[in-house]
């Protein structure tokens, strides 16, 4: 598995850490309520098939990425900037 | 049919002519008093028990492919009770105990072998820390004993004593732990299951749960529609799907763990080994292949299949514990589903919907839990009260932060274990 960073291009999957299901980006307001805020911690939709998920290019720029990839067949569809995503609201 | 030796005996001599099917092949009735959804090996114990313990025999097992296809079929088959935490320690004390007396049960030949399991520590802190499990263990009943180095050393003389980073200090020995052949397992509940008359049904994948009225009223299917009052998901891996049919997001990812097997060699690792500075188990089948695993991949998946990165590393451990595997070719790698819950411990639970029930989180260890998660999952289906030796394993616990049980003591969050 490789990651097409967009700072350093195409690498190997070892140069990453996985953290998980990109809801992480889509923090709740602290007064949200205990509902809410563990849907947020715990639940997770898991699905089988595309997903976007946080990565971590740790040995790399240390930049947090967004990756959409597929849980199924381990294709990777898309790299983008978690700061990107953060900053257009998406 | 019975399994007896005379009746090999006999059968070896008349040709093998007189085996039957070890269960029928039924087409789906319009209604069962009770359904399980999953046809590995926690969902044929669920049935087995519910059918044996409280005599409910109008029920199905619902598989979407053959039974014994998931993970009962890809795991590393090793058996134990040597768990810390209460909650977790009685629970897979109770499936130990149903181990030692499955194959008379059953009548079927599990090949279960307690040849016992040796976890090795590498350091003082390590020491105390297998001290104080091996006392919880003691005092739940179960055997533990805490080896030095040449304790160790007169059981595992092919260890590498002193690799200057890792040296062994010693080992916890769980002498009842061991392995048992996975698929007997889930084809011998199979077969009681079916012999007390519940149909197991093959290729009929559940597309819908219906619900009325805050009740399940039963589930959609590739064969048609099924009624029931009490519906069980017992899926592992496939718990997000299937619960999403209920309108249900539950605290689980699922994520690869591989598993790899070597040639065939003559007896040459006579236990369960593992290794306490990185993940790696291993034994030895007896067909002579070793067999071992180590860390799940570390990103979700339903693949079947890992990486390189995670296959590399659990070698890498293997070596640096056990130079003379690297002697051994091997054969296959495969990878299983992991139903990882943000504790690493499992669900066994009701849900908000009246007569659906939950069974899930099994993370690493699913294949020694499928008796007592099975007993124990039937006794909440038919009973709607759960088991007292299930009974911590709530699906409420991450919400309200009480009862957790993280049993490595990492935390409470996905991603940890």
């Known amino acids: 598995m490789r990651i097409n960073c967009p700072h350093c291009g195409p690498r190997d999957r070892r140069e990453f850490t996985y953290q998980g299901d990109a809801l992480a980006l889509d923090r709740p307001d602290p007064e949200a309520g205990p509902d809410v805020w563990n849907d947020y911690i715990h639940n997770r939709d898991n699905p089988a098939g595309p997903t976007r998920e946080l990565w971590y290019h740790e040995t790399g720029c240390a930049a947090w990425l967004v990756v959409t990839r597929d849980t199924v067949t381990h294709d990777i569809h898309a790299v983008e900037l978690a700061s990107a995503v953060k900053g257009a609201g998406k | 049919m019975r399994f007896s030796a005379l009746k090999i005996i006999r059968e070896g001599l008349t040709g093998n002519k007189g085996w039957t099917p070890h269960w029928r092949d039924p087409e789906p009735k319009s209604e069962y008093d009770a359904i399980v959804i999953g046809g590995g090996g926690h969902g044929l114990s669920t049935a087995y028990y519910l059918a044996k313990n409280h005599g409910m025999t109008n029920i199905a097992v619902l598989e979407k492919g053959y ?11 090793i058996v134990r009770a040597n768990y810390f935490l209460p909650g977790n320690s009685e629970f897979y004390s109770h499936s130990l105990k149903l181990w030692e007396g499955l194959e008379e049960d059953l009548n079927y030949n599990v090949m279960h072998s307690q040849r016992g399991i040796i976890n090795l520590f590498h350091s003082d802190g390590q020491r105390d820390a297998a001290a104080r499990r091996g006392n919880a263990m003691i005092n739940q009943g179960d055997d533990a004993i805490l080896l030095d180095r040449e304790g160790v050393r ?6 590498d004593f002193d690799n200057a980073r890792f040296p062994i200090y010693g080992g916890l020995y769980h002498p009842r732990g061991g392995t048992a052949r996975h698929d007997a397992v889930a084809w011998g509940y199979a077969r009681g299951a079916d012999q007390r008359g519940v149909d197991l049904i093959q290729n009929c994948e559940v597309t819908g749960i219906d619900i009325e009225n805050g009740k399940v009223t039963g ?4 064969r048609g529609a099924i009624r029931a009052k009490k519906v069980g998901m017992v899926v592992a891996g496939r718990s ?11 605290p689980i990812e699922s994520h690869v763990l591989q598993a790899f097997v070597t040639e065939g060699l003559k007896p040459v690792i006579d236990h369960v080994v593992t290794f306490g500075m990185g993940h ?5 089948s007896d067909k002579g292949g070793l067999v071992f695993g180590g860390d ?6 339903y693949a079947q299949r890992g990486n390189l990165p995670t ?7 293997g070596m640096t514990l056990m130079p003379m595997i690297g002697k051994a070719k091997m054969l296959r790698s495969w990878g299983g589903i992991m139903d990882m819950s943000p504790d690493g411990s499992p669900i066994i639970d009701r849900t908000h919907i009246e007569g659906l029930y939950l069974n899930t989180g099994w993370c690493y260890g699913g294949f020694k839990a499928v008796p007592a998660s099975g007993w124990c999952m039937a006794h909440l289906m038919a009973t709607d009260t759960p088991h007292e030796v299930a009974a911590r394993y709530r699906l409420d ?21």
């Open chain 2, 67 to 77: 039974l014994g296809g998931g993970n009962v079929g890809r795991n590393t088959t």
């Open chain 2, 154 to 159: 007169k059981m595992l003389p092919y260890l």
């Open chain 2, 219 to 222: 589930v959609q299917t590739t």
């Open chain 2, 240 to 250: 997000g799907q299937v619960a999403a049919m209920a309108g249900m997001r539950l």
């Open chain 2, 280 to 284: 790696f188990y291993i034994s030895q």
């Open chain 2, 296 to 301: 799940i991949d570390f990103y979700a998946s």
């Open chain 2, 311 to 317: 296959a590399e590393h659990v070698i890498e451990a």
């Open chain 2, 397 to 417: 616990r991450f919400e309200t932060g009480r009862g957790l049980l993280d049993e490595e003591g990492t935390g409470s969050q996905h991603n940890l274990h």
